[in-house]
């Protein structure tokens, strides 16, 4: 059985709609028994040897073998080659697939131009049910906007034609710390950081701020250490008060995590202020940044603390009870701008870290007045 190529759709007729169609999902109905298939369709029929040959009505009118249509499509259609690879995968796995590109025969209606492919539910046919996956092909080397990966299926094709497959979603953070420190609690600024000289009880304990300034035999025992972003965070509710600045607005209205965390009002107390441009002397902007993530976290009673040693921004403790009973941390959180690009390398070694400690990835996409879009990414094995 041949196909026939004509404006980049290859046409089957026969009893093609019973045979590929209606048994197998391949391509969509046209008249009669014809139906008509994305190149990447045709390719794998061809490789299976369910289609003899492609009739090239676009150009040479010569019989394509598979060898010879794949070279042409690749050639006629971007990433092709990619396409093919990841469909040729599914479908070994045991999915029908929906062609979501623009152009393609049937194509499936897509909220997201990254989409090339809508996977159902393994044994289930396209429009049954709600898609399992929806697919971005994507080359090792190219980059990826942040703000369009909300819910997809990235299959991201390596140099030497190996898959990977990520799945991104839209985080729920839920926590359970319910410790909140009292008002009025006294440190001084010494650097890059804030130390807390006699922190109240509970602070470090069950609160899991800071870290205690400890030493064998020390004289001081109720000594904590706060980062920047953790004192800016508690002296902007009032709760830290430097001991050698004035807070004669720290009874006035603060801004909100949700708010515009980088501006310091003439509202904003004392501490928080000299706090904040410390921060942005130390960090830059990022400061402003990781700050409103930071509070964001606090305030759905999710405890963040550095993630460094993973390389990121925060690790983050869903309920804290207590320090000497605490539990895993969940996830690892790094803080980006909301038109990053990553590079699916970059991608990759993130998500494989976080797996590597058992943790979730999840980035926070974070623009200049403090909103944050929340994405996670992990493995998938479809």
């Known amino acids: 059985m041949d196909g026939h190529l004509r404006n980049g759709v290859v046409e089957v007729g026969g009893n093609a709609r019973q045979q590929f169609h209606d048994a197998r999902g391949y391509g969509r109905p046209a008249d009669g028994n014809e139906i008509r298939l994305a190149r990447v369709e045709a390719a794998h029929l061809l490789l299976r040897g369910d289609l003899t040959a492609v009739v090239d009505h676009d150009g040479s009118a010569d019989r394509l073998s598979f060898e010879e249509f794949f070279v042409a499509s690749a050639a006629a259609a971007e990433r092709f080659a990619l396409r093919f690879l990841v469909y040729a995968d599914l479908r070994d ?184 441009e410390q921060g942005r002397r130390v960090e830059g902007e990022r400061f402003d940044r990781r700050l409103a993530v930071y509070r964001t976290l606090r305030d759905r009673q999710v405890v963040p603390k550095t993630g460094y040693k993973f390389g990121a921004d925060f690790r983050t403790y869903n309920t804290v009870e207590s320090v000497e009973d605490l539990p895993h941390s969940e996830r690892l959180v790094r803080v980006v701008e909301p038109d990053h690009a990553f590079d699916p390398r970059e991608l990759s070694l993130d998500v494989r870290l976080a797996g590597g400690v058992r943790k979730r990835m999840v980035f926070a996409l974070t623009g200049a007045n403090g909103e944050i879009d929340w994405l996670s990414v992990s493995r998938l094995t479809p």
């Open 93 to 276: 796995r045991g999915f029908y697939l929906t062609p979501a590109r623009a152009g393609w025969p049937g194509a499936a209606e897509a909220d997201n131009d990254l989409i090339d492919l809508i996977v159902p539910p393994r044994g289930t046919k396209p429009g049954d049910d709600e898609p399992a996956y929806r697919i971005a092909v994507v080359g090792e080397r190219e980059s990826i906007p942040a703000d369009e990966l909300a819910n997809l299926t990235l299959a991201v094709v390596d140099e030497e034609s190996e898959i990977s497959y990520l799945e991104t979603a839209t985080p729920e953070f839920d926590g359970g710390t319910t410790y909140s420190p009292p008002a009025g609690v006294t440190g001084s600024l010494i650097g890059d950081r804030v130390v807390v000289w006699d922190a109240p009880d509970g602070f470090y304990d069950h609160g899991f701020y800071g870290q205690p300034l400890e030493a064998r035999e020390a004289i001081i025992d109720t000594a904590v250490q706060l980062s920047l972003v953790e004192a800016a965070a508690l002296a902007v509710e009032g709760q830290l008060v430097l001991d050698d600045t004035d807070d004669d607005a720290a009874d006035a209205p603060t801004p909100t995590a949700t708010e515009n965390a980088g501006d310091i009002t003439p509202d904003s107390p004392a501490s928080y202020t000299a706090i904040r």
